[in-house]
């Protein structure tokens, strides 16, 4: 079974539209996160939700919300895509204060 | 808040060679620290983690790292790298309390020639 799932894998959408990205953990953990991973490889935190509650957002525009349903489930809306937003996007869990993120395997998102 | 710097942006090193990939942190105490690993098109594997004790840690796939405090430093080390090894190798830091955001360097790419 796969730890930390992300749909879809690859997604190709035009400026303007509205997407979302699914993201599921089956770990059992307290805290996922998203990440977006530029084209020079820089991984820079989104957003954290720890039981639900969202605990840190990194001056990230408001076109993107997470929106979390249940603990094993943290998924990513945005909103009015832009050029710039293309890059990937990593889902990570983690079981709480000091331990290890998970890394789901990413999704390449491509604005044209 | 807490940094962290990966000096190297490329590392190319010869199979069966061995290999030191840098890394260097900024916070105030001491931190959790860690390395990851990403193969292309994948995501993010841990490698080894930091928390006390010993200051020289082993990981999977060989690898081993070296806390050093009075250098803020988490060298990666590996005897002998194999050409599976290339690869895009990130340290990364969190606070060692509160919450836990973990903080990453920009990467280092490993090269590896047969």
């Known amino acids: 079974d796969t730890a930390v799932s992300q749909t879809p894998k690859y997604l190709v959408t035009q400026m303007g539209n509205d997407k979302s990205i699914k993201c599921e953990q089956n770990?059992?953990?307290?805290?996922m996160y998203w990440y977006k991973q530029d084209s020079k490889k820089f991984l820079k935190i989104m957003f954290s939700y720890n039981n639900k509650e969202l605990i840190i957002n990194e001056t990230v525009p408001n076109r993107f919300s997470p929106k979390s349903p249940d603990k094993a489930h943290l998924n990513l809306h945005i909103n009015s895509l832009e050029l710039g937003d293309s890059a990937v996007y990593f889902c990570a869990s983690s079981p709480g204060t000091g331990s290890e993120a998970f890394f789901g395997q990413g999704t390449r998102l491509t604005v044209v | 808040a807490q940094s962290v710097t990966q000096p190297d942006i490329h590392i190319t090193v010869s199979e069966g060679a061995s290999l030191e990939l840098r890394c260097n942190y900024s916070y105030g105490a001491t931190p959790y620290l860690f390395w990851y690993v990403q193969s292309p098109g994948q995501g993010l594997q841990l490698l080894l983690k930091?928390?006390?004790?010993?200051?020289l840690v082993q990981g999977i796939k060989g690898f081993e790292a070296e806390f050093k405090r009075s250098q803020s430093s988490f060298n990666l080390r590996k005897p002998s790298v194999h050409w599976s090894d290339a690869a895009e190798y990130f340290c990364?830091?969190?606070?060692?309390?509160?919450?836990?955001?973990?903080?990453f360097g920009r990467g280092t790419s490993l090269i590896v020639h047969p």
């Open positions: 770990l059992g953990h307290d805290t």
């Open positions: 930091y928390f006390s004790g010993d200051t």
């Open positions: 990364a830091v969190s606070p060692s309390g509160g919450s836990y955001i973990p903080t």
